[in-house]
């Protein structure tokens, strides 16, 4: 039998690896590929397995290294940030989803709650509190006074 010479492995490796889905080709996979393309019998290239191991990393070494300069000569495929302009128009403002007017014209207090916390008990708005009725689009709705899980009182 003919020793391979260390070129003739490297070379034919590299020719292997080059057809082969990196990602899921292993080591072991390499060395048999080896031995069926040079005609040998199993584990003929086990005693160096050390060696093809070797060519295998640089290859893989090789291969990143080409795909980085590949990476660094392509464009930047992110959107650049645009330039803050001096004068930045007025945002608009939101308008409200809801209007709240109130009998005095005047614009509805905030923090209500801590407001009417202070006004009266919970027995008090039950026993004093009455039922609303409103009529919306012909729907008659009826609202009875309530307490709620969160302590809270309404209808």
């Known amino acids: 039998m003919t020793e391979i010479s260390e070129s003739d492995l490297k070379t034919k490796l590299f020719s292997i690896l080059d057809k082969e889905d990196l990602s899921t080709f292993t080591k072991k996979q390499a060395r048999i590929k080896l031995e069926e393309e040079f005609g ?29 300069e590949a ?3 392509e464009p930047d495929e992110r959107p650049r940030k645009k330039a803050r302009k001096e004068e930045e128009p007025e945002k608009e403002k939101k308008t409200p989803t809801f209007e ?5 014209g005047k614009e509805a207090p905030k923090k209500l709650k801590d407001l009417q916390s202070d006004l009266m008990t919970v027995q008090e ?4 509190a ?26």
């Open 125 to 128: 708005f039950h026993s004093e």
């Open 71 to 73: 990476d660094a000569n």
């Open 130 to 155: 009455k039922e609303i009725k409103i009529s919306l689009h012909g729907n008659e709705l009826l609202g009875r006074p309530r307490s709620f899980n969160s302590s809270n009182l309404g209808w």
């Open 100 to 104: 709240t007017k109130t009998r005095s």
């Open 40 to 68: 040998l019998e199993k584990n003929g290239l086990k005693k160096r397995k050390r060696e093809i191991n070797g060519y295998l990393d640089a290859y893989l070494i090789m291969k990143e290294e080409k795909e980085d």
